[in-house]
């Protein structure tokens, strides 16, 4: 990073952002649903129980592999109005195995744009989820080395934010969240007073949609990563 940079701050999300994550999850649940075959409800209807277990299961547990797989263990128990057996439960982990694997896809041009901003500017690395699963997949990606600060918490709102912000002395119009999450990466980090990037992703979590502001003159909407490169 040149001296002439060391103003401006760039604060990348992780998952589905950098590397793909939310599109295997979302293979393991249709797997699971499909497996189910439940004989009142269709597919819809399943995925519409699933969702609100995850809901509640991300407030008390917070998020990744270890939490869907609970969900899934849940979803089961509601829909079949009682617990899985071994055999079932086996099923279920076997299921969301591929989950547990230390097995990352990066996102096109990741590697290449952030080996070029990394020698213009100062880049974090801020991600939520199970902290040594969230590790597995940073040292898997071998991303870690242009990052100059890692922070991986539980939750990302506006108190965390505002507490990076603080612990790194950042000056918040020349700081940059960004991310494919407008509930987790974009309003809370405005909300805390930074600029925002919007890289949107197709398989987004539905957790993690909301709605942006379009008349936000500080958010930046990308169409693609390696877009980040004409404009910082």
């Known amino acids: 990073m040149t001296s002439s940079a060391s103003a401006r701050t760039l604060i990348f999300d992780a998952d589905d952002t950098l590397w793909e994550n939310n599109v295997l999850f979302e293979r393991v649940i249709d797997d699971f649903l499909r497996w189910m075959a439940h004989p009142t409800r269709d597919l819809t209807e399943m995925r519409a129980?699933?969702?609100?277990?995850?809901?509640?299961?991300?407030?008390?547990?917070?998020?990744?592999?270890?939490?869907?797989?609970?969900?899934?263990?849940?979803?089961?128990?509601?829909?079949?109005?009682?617990p899985?057996?071994?055999?079932?439960?086996?099923?279920?982990?076997?299921?969301?195995?591929?989950?547990?694997?230390?097995?990352?896809?990066?996102?096109?041009?990741?590697?290449?744009?952030l080996e070029i901003l990394a020698d213009r500017y100062q880049l974090m690395l801020l991600t939520k989820g199970d902290k040594e699963e969230q590790q597995r997949k940073l040292d898997a990606s071998k991303l870690g080395r242009h990052f100059e600060h890692i922070h991986i918490v539980p939750e990302k709102n506006v108190d965390t934010y505002l507490a990076l912000i603080d612990r790194h002395g950042l000056r918040t119009e020349l700081t940059w969240m960004i991310g494919n999450s407008p509930r987790s990466d974009i309003r809370p980090a405005r909300a805390a007073g930074l600029n925002a990037v919007f890289i949107p992703h197709e398989h987004t979590w539905v957790l993690e949609q909301d709605d942006i502001d379009a008349t936000d003159d500080r958010v930046l909407v990308l169409t693609g990563f390696a877009e980040l490169l004409e404009h910082f």
């Open 49 to 82: 129980v699933l969702d609100e277990i995850e809901a509640a299961n991300a407030v008390t547990h917070g998020y990744g592999a270890k939490v869907l797989l609970r969900s899934l263990h849940d979803c089961f128990e509601r829909l079949s109005e009682r």
């Open 84 to 113: 899985a057996d071994p055999a079932e439960r086996t099923a279920i982990n076997e299921l969301a195995g591929a989950l547990s694997r230390n097995e990352v896809e990066l996102i096109r041009d990741v590697s290449t744009t």
